[in-house]
């Protein structure tokens, strides 16, 4: 057997997307800017197989696959996959797999398979509606923060990321990695190649974003995708760390002009992150994306 994996390209964004379509999904992996613009970090791949889509990451002996996404014949795809890694050698293994996909998979195949929940690799995901307001008890420091940031930076401007505006989102970000030590983290590195990248890539990938302005300068940007009609995904955000209440302005005034529409926000996972998570939990998820990595019994 022989399936071929390509990296995905821009001129595969409509099929992709056509897949995704299938099933209404929520986690963050499951958009088209994701998919393409950590490709080259996580070695990622995929491939059209029996009317659905897969994508495979990992290197040469330790690949993982993703859930098959489409309206083709899952079980048949999955039996491809597990004989795809047995003939080249490496234990076979999902990713990203939702519970729903785990559910279907169990049907298929009755106790063939185990699975594991990492905490870290949840995404959170709130009420959008919840996010603009702040209203309540549980959101009185976040008001708090959108007050005092009005108060010290009365001149404060939101716009929505054109053609016009991108270039000096682009040189914020370059000023963000130079004040925030990239150069010497790894993961930093891949993280701030993948905002520049979305940035020079903003109107191909079709991404939504918005931008801070103080004193006339771009103070905080932001940008994201929907995964779903309901579910809109925040991918980047960043925020000069000097200017208090930036990340929370630039959350609240994003969501506000441009995700409205959407019942509700995907900020992604906290990799462990105990900071991270503190902030994320902070904002009251209404609930988390599982993402299962499931093996096969006995290997």
Known sequence: MDITFKRPALEDRDTILKHLAERKLHGCERTFANVYLWARFYNEGWAEIEGTAVFRTGQEGAYSYTYPIGAGDRKKVVEMLMEDAKEKGYPFQLHAVSKGEMEELENYFPGKFNVEWPRDLEDYVYETEKLI??????????????????????????????????????????????????????????????????????????????????????????????VSDDTFVVHIEKAYADIRGAYTMINQQFLEHEVKDYTYVNREEDTGDEGLRTAKLSYRPVFMVEKGIVTLKGE
């Not at 040189?171 to 993961?187: I, K, T, V, Y």
């Not at 903003?202 to 929907?226: C, D, I, M, Q, S």
């Open 133 to 226: 307001n702040l209203s309540g008890k549980k959101y009185h420091g976040k008001k708090n923060h959108l007050n005092q940031f009005k108060a010290a930076y009365p001149d404060w401007k939101y716009e929505t990321i054109t053609d016009e505006n991108v270039e000096e989102c682009f040189q914020m970000a370059l000023s963000w990695r130079n004040h925030n030590g990239c150069e010497d983290d790894p993961e930093k590195n891949q993280e701030m190649c993948v905002a520049l990248n979305s940035l020079r890539l903003f109107k191909e990938l079709h991404l939504k974003g918005g931008l801070l302005r103080v004193n006339g300068k771009v103070v905080a940007y932001t940008l994201g995708e929907p």
